[in-house]
């Protein structure tokens, strides 16, 4: 089992940044990827980025360049470091871990931009 807390959502002008963090309970060095998701009012859920035990990353198209994921397997913590952020960028942002076949999801962070 694992639990996923994150911290660091808010609200914030466009152009502006933020940093998500999401720390796990347990060594995430057993987990096979972290990443973030986020579910915007009236859309479905997307996956905005992922970092893999290896530390090999994925984006959304449509926030490369501007977000950047890490981990920090000392901390068993997991960021998402957010720059040039859009109003578009505005949704709740939720934690994810995989380990094995088993998916883990954080409680959700809101972060909202305004323009």
């Known amino acids: 089992q694992v639990q996923l807390v994150e911290s660091g959502g808010g609200l914030v002008e466009a152009g502006e940044s933020l940093r998500l963090s999401c720390a796990a309970s347990?060594?995430?060095?057993?987990?096979?990827?972290m990443g973030w998701y986020r579910r915007a009012p009236g859309k479905q859920r997307e996956l905005v980025a992922l970092?893999?035990?290896?530390?090999?990353?994925n984006y959304l198209d449509s926030v490369k360049g501007r977000f950047t994921i890490s981990r920090d397997n000392a901390k068993n913590t997991v960021y998402l470091q957010m720059d040039s952020l859009k109003s578009e960028d505005t949704a709740v942002y939720y934690c994810?871990?995989?380990?094995?076949?088993?998916?883990?999801w954080g409680q959700g962070t809101q972060v909202t931009v305004s323009s």
């Open positions: 347990r060594s995430i060095f057993s987990i096979n990827a």
């Open positions: 994810y871990a995989v380990r094995g076949v088993v998916n883990y």
């Open positions: 970092i893999s035990t290896g530390g090999s990353t």
